[in-house]
């Protein structure tokens, strides 16, 4: 006799969470139940899956909770330890996943109650997809990694701040940050927030910023004196003094971080070592890759990593329309972010990036689109050294694409149409009311397999009968 599985659906909030248990048949066993994230409320959980587990000491439970963003942390943590005891098996789900199940019941109320239902129907839904018992042994890397990522997003909101300020306040210095801010700007800017500031500086004094020459100071005062600058008013220099000290504090927070993620979890992830000897990804982009992926294992193949990341080719066509293919872009943003920067340091510093780069920029390819190639690129590198548990050895490389180059050179052969299966119950109807683009394209194949029958039977006309 088949047993029966049961499933817990938990919906958490800030501070408490709705529960709710359901069986095979979708059916209530242990109606919806709250409890507080506190110690009697996870003693209370404790106590009625025990309960549970007492009236049905043989049964599978399959238990699962959505990602909230940490708030879910207290409570998968409860459930992991009671594991063991209670022979459970969790679960932490996407929430987006069970997000879609909803709408497609078509449901239009959303409570707590409903929403833990859920999730516990979700599990029932797609019990082979759901992976259960899965350690997160990075949990505490990606608490320091969003940290860093949140002050990076403050860093670059005070940068567009800051450019806008100089416009107005100090313009002739905007030529100089192009391509960055450097340090040495900023000191000027902390020194001399406004143009009219600059203008009165001395060129010994300027001069003792690092980085900045006799020469160089002597042209930015040059520059102050004839600047076109709007914004004279007297708050402007502690607006942009303030903006600057801010921006400086913030990059003194994202190095020491970085630093200390690097020596505290180096040691601990041997995968980042076999990323990092790949040219182009520095140990920063290697804690980011390595957090997105996670295990390897996860994916079968290069095309489910591809897929995860949103760069592999994806191809449209309706109707009449022209065939589309352009990289996907599907899922999150934030993987294909660290890969674009890591493609963008590779085709400078790779050897073999940049070769293959600067070959498909010969063949006519845009530099964005070249850069997407070496982003999917890299990306089959990256699923080969860590399947394989090996370090990059472009060796390896060249020999997969001289095998592949030989067999696509020995699968060459001339052009032959086929027959077009979908169309086996019916030939095409040249008084089908189809649009001008459909009958130009069934004119083209027509010609084209009366050229193939030519090139085959010279001798032989379309008809049958011999050209004499």
């Known amino acids: 006799m088949r047993l029966t599985n049961y499933y817990l659906g938990g919906d958490v909030s800030k501070g408490y969470c709705d529960f709710v248990i ?52 207290n409570w998968y943590h409860l459930l992991w330890e009671m594991r063991e005891p209670l022979d459970l098996n969790v679960a932490r789900l996407n929430p987006l996943g069970v997000k879609r199940h909803r709408d497609a019941k078509l449901q239009r109320v959303v409570t707590d109650k409903i929403s833990a239902r859920n999730i516990a129907e979700y599990l029932i839904a797609y019990h082979e997809r759901v992976i259960y018992n899965q350690k997160d042994y990075f949990s505490p890397l990606k608490r320091q990694w969003k940290f860093v990522r949140m002050i990076k997003k403050q860093h670059a909101q005070l940068m567009s701040l800051l450019e806008s300020l100089m416009y107005v306040a100090h313009p002739q210095m905007i030529k100089y940050c192009s391509e960055d801010v450097y340090d040495w700007t900023l000191a000027v800017l902390k020194q001399y927030p406004t143009a009219e500031n600059l203008a009165h500086a001395t060129v010994k004094t300027l001069s003792t910023i690092p980085y900045v020459t006799e020469d160089r100071a002597r042209e930015l005062i040059k520059e102050a004196k004839t600047s076109v600058a709007s914004a004279l008013e007297p708050g402007m220099a502690s607006l942009i003094q303030a903006t600057v000290e801010q921006i400086i504090n913030l990059r003194k927070s994202i190095s020491s971080q970085v630093n200390e993620m690097i020596d505290s979890y180096s040691h601990l992830f041997p995968e980042i070592e076999i990323l990092t000897s790949f040219k182009g990804i520095a140990e920063y982009s290697a804690f980011g890759l390595l957090l997105e992926i996670g295990s390897i294992d996860r994916f079968p193949s290069v095309k489910k990593l591809a897929s995860f990341f949103g760069v592999h080719p994806a191809y449209k066509q309706s109707g009449d329309g022209t065939p589309i293919v352009k990289m996907s872009n599907k899922g999150r943003k934030e993987p294909r972010w660290i890969l674009f920067n890591v493609a963008k340091s590779a085709v400078v510093c790779n050897e073999m990036i940049k070769d293959l780069y600067n070959e498909y920029l010969e063949r006519g390819i845009s530099k964005m ?16 050294m860590l399947k394989h548990n090996t370090k990059y050895d472009p060796e390896i490389d060249k020999a997969y694409r001289n095998r592949m180059k030989k067999r696509n050179k020995n699968d060459s052969q001339p052009y032959r149409s086929k027959p077009d299966k979908n169309r086996r119950y019916q030939a095409y109807d040249r008084n089908a009311p189809i649009s001008k683009r459909q009958t130009k394209k069934r004119k083209q194949m027509k010609e084209k397999d009366q050229t193939q029958k030519k090139d085959e039977n010279p001798h032989q006309s379309i008809g049958g009968k011999g050209n004499e």
């Open 22 to 73: 359901l069986d095979d048949a979708k059916k209530i066993v242990e109606p919806n139940f709250q409890l507080d994230d506190t110690p009697s409320g996870h003693q209370g959980l404790n106590f009625v899956l025990k309960e549970f587990r007492e009236k049905h000491p043989y049964a599978p439970i399959y238990a699962a909770v959505e990602s909230t963003g940490g708030y879910e942390n």
């Open 369 to 384: 689109s070249a850069i997407g190639i070496m982003m999917h690129k890299i990306l089959r590198i990256i699923y080969g």
